[in-house]
């Protein structure tokens, strides 16, 4: 075991009167959802938010509620390169999944290859802002319209940012957002959906109301367990969790068995402050990636900066992001490899895609490396990672990428 000042590859402020709100939303539930709602609504421009116990969760609301709305389209277009939360709540919804390729100068859709695999069983197609790089949501709506299929925004690494002028998250016929603990801003787990569709609110409203919300217990242990983050997240401390294997920090894990709930009081409490940490948060992820670029030699984006969750690298070569990583973390620099493959190769769910290629989702998870962008990270840690990975870093690949198409 090495003791060494240690980044964590992603982290979210959490202070002290959070916490106080939390506990105090153990009693006083209600009061603090409806406060959120109410500022989510303003914030979002959105006439119906409903609150839930993740991302995932927020997720399979949706899948559930617009098929009992189209009981006749069970498929569900998602990148071939994404979060496994995505396929996970598709399967856990009863639905299908059906992967498109990656274009990887952006991280968004083959749209070539979107267009070709539409049919009259499409329910949606889900468009997903990596590490908050805006997806083409115009072009996504245009093709919604035109196939006469849903567009379910995942802007579950993406809370703050904006495309061409207008906030994302609010530019789908209805779109999530993430609260986990690798967010944008966190209260330990939970998931925003967002529509200002009528007739979508009223189908998820029928299944949202009888959901249940987590036990007392549970809420104190989130609260305890986001105390303990909260200390050992620091750079000082992170050795220590970073090196207990069972707890699992950076896998990646398919989990097709987690709750669907409502948010409960208690989180929606330490989220009191929230508007005021996602400023403060994207703000530093900002300045961090302007200073990285600075360092990798990379264009700034001409849109401005991205308030990236990680900053996405594309190495020259698979051995190349292999050896970087390592080093990276030998020496504490949070980085990360980020998903392994394709959804198509997800063992729990490989079998469903037999003969099935996607190369640039595929040449993405071999070359993409992710350094950490939070508040968290000091010059020094920037200068190092720049020292090590300017050598070998695609710096065209990666303008491109970070560009997106914002």
Same mark, same amino acid.
């Given at each position: 075991? /090495?003791?060494?000042?240690?980044?964590?590859?992603?982290?979210?402020?959490?202070?002290?009167?959070?916490?106080?709100?939390?506990?105090?939303?153990?009693?006083?539930?209600? =009061?603090?959802?409806?406060?959120?709602?109410?500022?989510?609504?303003?914030?979002?421009?959105?006439?119906?938010?409903?609150?839930?116990?993740?991302? =995932?969760?927020?997720?399979?609301?949706?899948? !559930?509620?617009?098929?009992?709305?189209?009981? $006749?389209?069970?498929?569900?277009?998602?990148?071939?390169? @994404?979060?496994?939360?995505?396929?996970?709540? /598709?399967?856990?919804?009863?639905?299908?999944?059906?992967?498109?390729?990656?274009?990887?100068?952006?991280?968004?859709?083959?749209?070539?290859?979107?267009? =070709?695999?539409?049919?009259?069983?499409?329910?949606? *197609?889900?468009?997903?802002?990596?590490?908050?790089?805006?997806?083409?949501?115009?072009?996504?709506?245009?093709?919604?319209?035109?196939?006469?299929?849903?567009?379910?925004?995942?802007?579950?690494?993406?809370?703050?940012?904006?495309?061409?002028?207008?906030?994302?998250?609010?530019?789908?016929?209805? #779109?999530?957002?993430?609260?986990?603990? %690798?967010?944008?801003?966190?209260?330990?787990?939970?998931?925003?959906?967002?529509?200002?569709?009528?007739?979508?609110?009223?189908? /998820?409203?029928?299944?949202?109301?009888?959901?249940?919300?987590? #036990?007392?217990?549970?809420?104190?242990?989130?609260?305890?367990?986001?105390?303990?983050?909260?200390?050992?997240?620091?750079?000082?401390?992170?050795?220590?969790?970073?090196? +207990?294997?069972?707890?699992?920090?950076?896998?990646?894990?398919?989990?097709?068995?987690?709750?669907?709930?409502? +948010?409960? $009081?208690?989180?929606?409490? *330490?989220? !009191?402050?929230?508007?005021?940490?996602?400023?403060?948060?994207?703000?530093?992820?900002?300045?961090?990636?302007?200073?990285?670029?600075?360092?990798? $030699? @990379?264009?700034?984006?001409?849109?401005?900066?991205?308030?990236?969750? !990680?900053?996405?690298?594309?190495?020259? @070569?698979?051995?190349?992001?292999?050896?970087?990583?390592?080093?990276?973390?030998?020496?504490?620099?949070?980085?990360?490899?980020?998903?392994?493959?394709?959804?198509?190769?997800?063992?729990?769910?490989?079998?469903?895609?037999?003969?099935?290629?996607?190369? %640039?989702?595929?040449?993405?998870?071999?070359?993409?490396?992710?350094?950490?962008?939070?508040?968290?990270?000091?010059?020094?840690?920037?200068?190092? /990672?720049?020292?090590?990975?300017?050598?070998?870093?695609?710096?065209?690949? @990666?303008?491109?990428?970070?560009?997106?198409?914002?």
């Amino acid at each position: 075991m /090495i003791f060494h000042r240690c980044l964590p590859p992603t982290a979210a402020m959490i202070k002290s009167i959070d916490l106080i709100h939390g506990i105090a939303g153990l009693f006083s539930d209600g =009061k603090y959802r409806d406060r959120l709602i109410s500022e989510l609504r303003e914030y979002l421009g959105d006439r119906h938010i409903f609150l839930l116990s993740s991302g =995932k969760a927020a997720l399979t609301l949706i899948l !559930r509620a617009l098929h009992a709305m189209h009981p $006749g389209r069970n498929e569900v277009i998602i990148p071939a390169y @994404t979060c496994y939360s995505v396929p996970s709540a /598709i399967v856990k919804s009863g639905l299908n999944i059906v992967p498109c390729d990656v274009d990887p100068e952006t991280l968004g859709f083959d749209t070539n290859g979107l267009i =070709k695999k539409i049919t009259d069983k499409t329910l949606c *197609i889900i468009p997903t802002h990596f590490f908050g790089i805006p997806a083409d949501m115009f072009q996504m709506r245009k093709i919604g319209r035109e196939k006469g299929v849903l567009i379910v925004e995942d802007a579950a690494q993406a809370m703050g940012g904006y495309f061409q002028g207008k906030k994302l998250g609010t530019l789908g016929d209805i #779109s999530f957002f993430s609260l986990g603990r %690798g967010k944008n801003i966190t209260c330990g787990g939970g998931g925003i959906i967002a529509t200002d569709s009528d007739a979508i609110a009223e189908a /998820i409203s029928s299944i949202y109301s009888d959901l249940p919300v987590s #036990s007392f217990l549970t809420d104190l242990k989130n609260i305890a367990s986001l105390f303990l983050m909260s200390l050992f997240i620091h750079p000082a401390l992170y050795w220590l969790p970073a090196s +207990l294997p069972f707890l699992k920090l950076g896998q990646t894990i398919f989990d097709r068995d987690f709750p669907v709930k409502r +948010l409960s $009081g208690s989180k929606a409490g *330490i989220l !009191r402050h929230w508007r005021c940490r996602l400023e403060t948060s994207n703000e530093a992820r900002k300045n961090i990636s302007s200073s990285l670029r600075a360092y990798l $030699g @990379t264009e700034k984006p001409e849109n401005g900066e991205v308030p990236l969750l !990680r900053f996405p690298v594309i190495c020259a @070569t698979q051995d190349d992001r292999d050896d970087h990583f390592a080093r990276l973390r030998d020496i504490g620099m949070g980085a990360s490899k980020m998903y392994p493959g394709p959804v198509t190769e997800i063992p729990e769910i490989s079998d469903i895609f037999t003969g099935s290629k996607f190369p %640039g989702a595929k040449a993405l998870s071999g070359r993409l490396l992710t350094v950490p962008t939070h508040y968290l990270v000091h010059i020094r840690d920037i200068e190092r /990672i720049g020292e090590l990975l300017k050598p070998s870093v695609d710096k065209r690949q @990666t303008d491109l990428l970070i560009e997106g198409n914002g």
